[in-house]
């Protein structure tokens, strides 16, 4: 009978060490409804989901109990995963702006060691899509919902130097600037100024 026990207890440790999907509670509120006898109390969960190498999905569950407003959340989350093309591994190939209602955020790729500089709702998008090192601002909106719908509108327009060579039909080389021309072109600024 112990045998079963720690079987089980084995298999559950080894669930929770590789998860296909690492999920995060964002915001949790209470919402009320008003029904003839009085006000009925549910609750609305805001949930991320990733597997920290590429894919984040977020989403959101109402329900009278929390524990099934998060089931619900992180459901749907897993529905609405997107894929982000991330320059090694770390961080974004390219500065972008997203925007939502009257959010607005604004993502700029950062040297390594930079780590995630993101208020609240962004950190939870970037810790859940496996960025490491990146500058973000968010203005305008302060709500979770548009923050998150913004950050997600902006990583939807990430493409990688080979997705941009793949669609104008070139070589991944011809689209980068090339070293030499870039540490010329810095020379001849200094030289100007």
Do not use: C
């Not at 009278?64 to 591994?89: D, F």
């Not at 930079?114 to 960025?131: H, S």
């Not at 902006?154 to 104008?168: D, N, W």
Request: cysteine-free; aromatic content about 4%.
């Amino acid at each position: 009978m112990a045998r079963d026990d720690n079987r089980g207890g084995n298999r559950r440790n080894q669930r929770e060490e590789t998860p296909e999907f690492a999920d995060r509670l964002v915001a949790i509120n209470r919402v009320s409804k008003t029904v003839k006898g009085g006000k009925r109390f549910g609750f609305a969960a805001l949930v991320v989901v990733g597997d920290q190498k590429g894919r984040v999905g977020f989403g959101k569950g109402k329900a009278k109990e929390v524990p099934e407003a998060i089931r619900k959340a992180t459901e749907q989350a897993k529905r609405q995963m997107i894929r982000v093309q991330l320059r090694e591994g770390r961080t974004l190939h390219h500065d972008m702006e997203g925007r939502h209602g009257a959010g607005k955020v604004v993502m700029r790729t950062a040297p390594e060691g930079t780590g995630i500089i993101a208020g609240g709702p962004m950190r939870a998008v970037f810790e859940m899509l496996g960025i490491k090192d990146v500058v973000s601002k968010s203005i305008g909106s302060q709500n979770p919902y548009n923050m998150i719908r913004a950050t997600m509108d902006g990583l939807r327009k990430e493409s990688s130097p080979r997705s941009v060579a793949q669609r104008r039909g070139k070589k991944v080389a011809d689209i980068l600037p090339k070293r030499e021309d870039h540490v010329e072109s810095s020379a001849q600024v200094a030289e100007e100024a």
